[in-house]
């Protein structure tokens, strides 16, 4: 597709049960970011990918988040043991390094309420 | 860390007003980004700056980057309602990739 595309678009979990999120980036966009969302707050940093270099992890709140990027393509970012915390919008972006900077583009994000 | 503080939180303008969205960042701006999202709608990517002085527009939209001030401003010439939503800045810092973003300010045009 043309733009970044997120599934599912919304998705309502148990409390303690595991959640994958996907996210599949422009084509040829080499760099990959998930950020979360939740509720009238600001974006959160997550995880980054870049090519094959080890990704920055910096931004996973906890140990029950994780995420891989397969191929240099498509990622997926899991949760496990869902706590009503995670509740947010989960938003992935990805850009290519151009001559004229480095836009980011981001999907439409997966919306995450856990029960 | 780098911090982004956007004023004003929420702004609403009759239509046809013009306005001003502010970013000011706690360190150097490297690449200074503006989206706007609407519900349900993810962030859409407006523009981005990386120069000190630059100003680009799009449409009835323009955005400004003051590198000396570590600030960027947002404005809209003759506002629609179209227009509203909210508007969040992204800055890139150093050698971290990702973007920090301001909380975001909400804009509502009234018709």
């Known amino acids: 597709g043309a733009g970044v595309s997120q599934s599912p678009s919304n998705k309502v979990t148990e409390k303690g049960k595991d959640v994958e999120l996907r996210c599949d980036p422009i084509s040829g966009h080499t760099a990959l970011y998930w950020y979360r969302q939740s509720l009238g707050q600001g974006l959160e940093f997550l995880i980054y990918f870049q090519g094959n270099s080890a990704p920055d992890k910096s931004g996973l709140p906890s140990d029950r988040f994780s995420a891989e990027r397969t191929g240099g393509s498509v990622s997926t970012l899991t949760i496990q043991r869902t706590q009503q915390e995670d509740s947010a919008v989960y938003l992935c972006?990805?850009?290519?390094?151009?001559?004229?900077?480095?836009?980011?583009?981001f999907g439409e994000g997966s919306w995450l309420t856990v029960v | 860390s780098q911090e982004l503080e956007q004023s004003p939180q929420s702004l609403i303008v009759q239509e046809g007003k013009n306005l001003t969205i502010n970013c000011t960042s706690s360190k150097t701006l490297y690449g200074l980004y503006w989206y706007k999202q609407k519900y349900g709608e993810g962030l859409i990517f407006l523009m981005m700056?990386?120069?000190?002085?630059e100003e680009k527009s799009h449409e009835k939209i323009t955005a400004k980057l003051d590198e000396k001030k570590q600030q960027s401003s947002l404005h809209i010439t003759a506002s629609q309602p179209s227009h509203a939503g909210i508007y969040l800045c992204?800055?890139?810092?150093?050698?971290?990739?990702?973007?920090?973003f301001g909380s975001g300010t909400q804009l509502t045009v009234l018709p």
């Open positions: 972006a990805s850009s290519s390094r151009t001559g004229s900077g480095n836009t980011i583009y």
């Open positions: 700056l990386q120069k000190g002085g």
């Open positions: 992204g800055a890139e810092g150093g050698s971290a990739r990702q973007l920090t």
